[in-house]
């Protein structure tokens, strides 16, 4: 269905239901299969006016995509991570970059809690072991999470929703928010520091967004400020964790274990140094790939960018350069 605006998705598929609120306003949606290059990006939006991306994945706005299409208006990432967009040419050139809200936050909130409950009980060493005919009940002795402190780099959707499971499971919450004063006290207390949530958390756990300021932020020495035996989990960026202090760190037995959904960079190579860590759990960017989720998801960046499109009103809370909103 043609109509008034042209929609490109960065992906070859969208949830029946985004589409629709897409098609509602008139949009033409086009998806994009293959490969989605700076260049494509480019070409396509060069070749018919193009006022809205979805963006599913994470291919590269760079400055040059972006002042290279005059008609676009917003881009809606289907999720909630937007590094790869260059947010200062986006404000520039008046393009509104948005994310999906809570949307997705249920889901990784789960498979976060999911890695956490397989690493503190083994689940996959343990399931090998059975498998290759050894019977460990008369030995192991699993670690209950129930007393244990999770410390929360980041405040934001997915860390509350883990906060709250973490309580309810009888978890002590520690948080560090991108600001003081971020941190709900009904769901946690906020560390004075990094150093301190580092020092007393039995699990730690990333929910921060990938800047320049947090690449790498998770080194050599901010592993050795952690516990002796503490559990480092990663659902939110790979590049916030420096992959070979992380190998170090499992192989000298200073962290018990780690559990990541994401790396820095996917899919991995099968030789990947960090692949043959010991007591490594690794999914492949699949914590809010659940079908509820992804429904939600879609629905909600379609939201995001009928709103824009069609001059309704926009959710504030899911715009990332609220600048490029220009004065309220």
Same mark, same amino acid.
């Given at each position: 269905?043609?109509?008034?605006?042209?929609v490109?998705?960065t992906?070859?598929?969208?949830?029946?239901?985004?589409v629709?609120v897409?098609?509602?306003?008139?949009?033409?949606?086009?998806?994009?299969?293959?490969?989605?290059?700076? =260049?494509?990006?480019?070409?396509?939006?060069?070749?018919v006016?193009?006022?809205? $991306?979805?963006m599913?994945?994470?291919?590269?706005?760079?400055?040059?995509?972006?002042?290279?299409?005059?008609?676009?208006?917003?881009?809606?990432?289907?999720?909630?991570?937007?590094?790869?967009?260059?947010?200062?040419?986006?404000?520039?050139?008046?393009? #509104?970059?948005?994310?999906?809200?809570?949307?997705?936050?249920?889901a990784?909130?789960?498979?976060?809690?999911?890695?956490?409950?397989?690493?503190g009980?083994?689940?996959?060493?343990?399931?090998?072991?059975?498998?290759?005919?050894?019977?460990?009940?008369?030995?192991?002795r699993?670690?209950?999470?129930?007393?244990?402190?999770?410390?929360?780099?980041?405040?934001?959707? *997915?860390?509350?929703?883990?906060?709250?499971?973490?309580s309810? #499971?009888?978890?002590e919450?520690?948080?560090?928010?991108?600001?003081?004063?971020r941190?709900?006290?009904?769901?946690?207390?906020?560390a004075?520091? #990094?150093?301190?949530?580092?020092? $007393?958390s039995?699990?730690?756990?990333?929910?921060?967004?990938?800047?320049?300021?947090?690449?790498?932020?998770?080194?050599?020495?901010?592993?050795?400020a952690?516990?002796?035996?503490?559990? #480092?989990?990663?659902?939110?960026?790979?590049?916030?964790?420096? =992959?070979?202090a992380?190998?170090?760190?499992l192989?000298?037995?200073?962290?018990?274990?780690a559990?990541?959904?994401?790396?820095?960079?996917?899919?991995?190579?099968?030789?990947?140094?960090?692949?043959?860590?010991?007591?490594?759990?690794?999914?492949?960017?699949?914590?809010?790939?659940?079908?509820?989720? $992804?429904?939600?998801t879609? $629905?909600?960046?379609?939201r995001?960018?009928?709103?824009v499109?069609?001059?309704?009103? *926009?959710?504030r809370g899911?715009?990332?350069?609220?600048?490029?909103?220009g004065?309220?």
């Amino acid at each position: 269905m043609s109509g008034p605006f042209r929609v490109l998705v960065t992906g070859d598929n969208l949830a029946p239901a985004a589409v629709k609120v897409l098609q509602d306003i008139g949009a033409e949606v086009v998806l994009m299969r293959d490969a989605v290059t700076p =260049e494509r990006l480019t070409h396509e939006m060069a070749a018919v006016p193009t006022q809205a $991306i979805l963006m599913r994945g994470n291919p590269v706005f760079s400055a040059a995509v972006i002042a290279g299409n005059p008609h676009l208006r917003v881009i809606a990432k289907h999720g909630a991570g937007v590094d790869s967009v260059d947010l200062d040419a986006a404000t520039e050139h008046r393009v #509104l970059v948005m994310v999906a809200g809570d949307a997705n936050a249920p889901a990784v909130a789960e498979h976060t809690m999911a890695l956490i409950l397989a690493l503190g009980r083994d689940v996959v060493s343990l399931n090998e072991r059975t498998h290759a005919g050894i019977w460990d009940r008369a030995t192991y002795r699993g670690r209950e999470i129930r007393g244990r402190t999770l410390g929360l780099i980041g405040f934001g959707r *997915i860390a509350r929703h883990v906060a709250r499971t973490a309580s309810a #499971l009888g978890m002590e919450v520690i948080a560090l928010g991108r600001d003081k004063g971020r941190v709900d006290p009904q769901l946690a207390r906020e560390a004075a520091d #990094l150093g301190e949530l580092l020092a $007393i958390s039995d699990i730690v756990s990333l929910h921060a967004p990938l800047t320049d300021a947090t690449r790498g932020m998770i080194n050599a020495e901010r592993m050795s400020a952690m516990k002796q035996g503490a559990i #480092l989990i990663n659902t939110a960026r790979g590049a916030l964790v420096d =992959e070979a202090a992380l190998l170090a760190a499992l192989q000298s037995g200073h962290l018990t274990g780690a559990a990541v959904d994401t790396l820095a960079e996917e899919p991995p190579a099968k030789d990947r140094p960090i692949l043959a860590a010991p007591n490594l759990i690794v999914t492949p960017h699949i914590a809010a790939q659940t079908g509820a989720s $992804i429904t939600r998801t879609g $629905i909600e960046a379609a939201r995001n960018i009928a709103a824009v499109l069609t001059q309704g009103e *926009i959710d504030r809370g899911n715009v990332v350069n609220p600048a490029a909103l220009g004065p309220p």
